[in-house]
């Protein structure tokens, strides 16, 4: 059995990110236009697919004390990775790249190339634009597309909270925070992706190791995340999507050494 794709191929090597952020009160009392938004912490969730279809993940949080060694690593982390954010290109990306400006760097290629794509670009991928088919259905908050979904989100506070967190709790109770959102990110983004593209494999493996990895790591305030395993069906499909790659790396490993072969009889 091959799971294969049939409308948009799903990438192998990804990176969700998102950003939290300080600004002057409106005085409308409205949320504040995003030039006015100072980054405080990102969280960058890496999740790249080896050629078995296990997928490995590495979680990073990146402070602002110096924007511009903060601009410079989170493109190191986008290098080679698709970019994963929700409402990324109206809020998180342009205040990065507002930074980047601010912070005089200018050789932040793979941020600024998912800053400048459009919606038919491989090098940015808005969750928010996805699931509403880039604004057909209106839109409406990561919160409760995960709720709906049964995918944990928001278990210690929300954005507007963030000032409160920081003055209360410190920098390290917001990177927790921003960390909870950038795996609601990826797991969301997993179930939409694997829709797209025809591909419950590319779903079950993705959340399903993103679980796993959770578990391993001791990374406690993401325990919640652990229930993603818990459903039986994306755990069957897991385990044929990993023998189905298994035996696509096998034969193309025997194709290989059957052509090398034959090169070298000529």
Not at 2 to 15: G, I, Q
Not at 141 to 168: F, R, T, W, Y
Not at 176 to 181: A, F, L, S, V
Request: proline share 4%; hydrophobic share 40%; with cysteine.
């Amino acid at each position: 059995m091959h799971f294969r794709s049939t409308y948009t191929k799903a990438p192998s090597r990804v990176a969700s990110l998102d950003i939290e952020t300080l600004a002057p009160p409106a005085l409308d009392d409205k949320f504040p236009p995003w030039p006015t938004h100072r980054p405080i912490v990102a969280s960058v969730l890496t999740a790249d697919q080896a050629a078995y279809g296990e997928w490995t993940f590495g979680l990073e949080s990146i402070t602002f004390d110096d924007e511009r060694v903060a601009i410079m690593r989170i493109n190191e982390l986008l290098a080679g990775r698709r970019c994963v954010t929700f409402n990324g290109k109206g809020f998180d990306l342009p205040v990065l790249t507002m930074t980047a400006m601010r912070a005089s760097v200018f050789d932040c290629d793979n941020l600024t190339n998912a800053w400048a794509a459009n919606r038919n670009s491989g090098s940015h991928i808005d969750v928010a634009d996805l699931i509403t088919n880039f604004g057909s259905a209106p839109r409406t908050s990561l919160e409760m597309l995960c709720e709906s979904a049964g995918i944990p989100v928001k278990g210690n506070g929300h954005g507007g909270d963030v000032a409160d967190m920081l003055h209360d709790e410190g920098i390290e109770a917001v990177k927790r925070y921003c960390e909870e959102d950038v795996t609601s990110t990826l797991a969301l983004f997993a179930l939409v992706q694997g829709l797209r593209s025809n591909d419950p494999a590319y779903a079950s493996s993705l959340i399903g190791d993103l679980a796993t990895w959770i578990s391993d790591s001791g990374l406690e305030h993401l325990n919640s995340f652990r229930c993603l395993s818990w459903n039986t069906e994306r755990a069957r499909i897991r385990l044929l999507h990993r023998v189905d790659e298994g035996i696509r790396a096998l034969e193309d490993r025997a194709t290989k050494a059957y052509f090398g072969e034959k090169a070298l009889a000529f």
